[in-house]
């Protein structure tokens, strides 16, 4: 969380959405449609942002669009 936070002072700009990699240490479960259990951590950081976090599934790599080409 430390590391978003300052990314985000850095950059001056807060994203609409990240799309997250491997979410394992962020969600506690995801599910099927890519919705998410979050653990309370991460919950905490979202309450003060205003992210729309998404997960990509493990394996998958086109959930993430053109990131990978």
Same mark, same amino acid.
Do not use: T, W
């Given at each position: 969380?430390? !590391?978003? @936070?300052?990314?985000?002072?850095?950059?001056?700009?807060?994203?609409? @959405? =990240?799309?997250?990699?491997? !979410?394992?240490?962020?969600?506690?479960? =995801?599910?099927?449609?890519?919705?998410?259990?979050?653990? @309370?951590?991460? /919950?905490?950081?979202? /309450?003060?942002?205003? =992210?729309?976090?998404?997960? !990509?599934?493990? !394996?998958?790599? @086109?959930?993430?669009?053109? =990131?990978?080409?």
């Amino acid at each position: 969380m430390d !590391g978003h @936070s300052h990314a985000f002072a850095v950059f001056g700009a807060v994203p609409q @959405s =990240i799309v997250y990699n491997n !979410g394992r240490c962020l969600a506690a479960r =995801i599910l099927l449609d890519g919705a998410c259990k979050r653990v @309370s951590l991460f /919950s905490g950081f979202l /309450s003060r942002y205003p =992210i729309r976090d998404r997960y !990509g599934r493990l !394996g998958k790599g @086109s959930d993430k669009g053109k =990131i990978e080409g």
